[in-house]
């Protein structure tokens, strides 16, 4: 079993920045996808970031030019750099973790965090 603790969520003005965080603890082994989601209020979630062992990474357009997925794999931890922040960022941030775990698909989520930027 894989647990995912996210945190650097907060309230932020337009145009500032924000880290997020996702600690993966557990059998991580099998795991090759590493990603970043959101949901906002009344809105489906959606990928947001994503990058692959050996560090392909991939982005939602919205997002381009302004985040940054990176991985720690000695820390099994995934970051979220949240640059230059606009009121629709403002959603729920979940980090999932997808892979083959002992010959089956298998898919993790954290709680979420939240990010609001307003001014």
């Known amino acids: 079993q894989v647990q995912l603790a996210e945190s650097g969520g907060g309230s932020v003005q337009p145009g500032g920045s924000l880290r997020l965080s996702c600690a993966a603890s557990?059998?991580?082994?099998?795991?090759?996808?590493w990603g970043w989601y959101r949901q906002a209020p009344g809105k489906q979630r959606e990928l947001v970031a994503s990058?692959?062992?050996?560090?392909?990474?991939n982005y939602a357009d919205s997002v381009k030019g302004r985040f940054t997925i990176s991985r720690d794999s000695a820390k099994n931890m995934v970051y979220l750099q949240m640059n230059s922040l606009k009121p629709e960022d403002t959603a729920v941030y979940y980090c999932k973790l997808s892979g083959m775990v002992s010959l089956m698909f298998r898919e993790y989520w954290g709680q979420g965090t939240l990010v609001t930027v307003s001014s």
């Open positions: 990058i692959i062992n050996g560090g392909s990474a």
């Open positions: 557990g059998s991580i082994f099998g795991i090759t996808v």
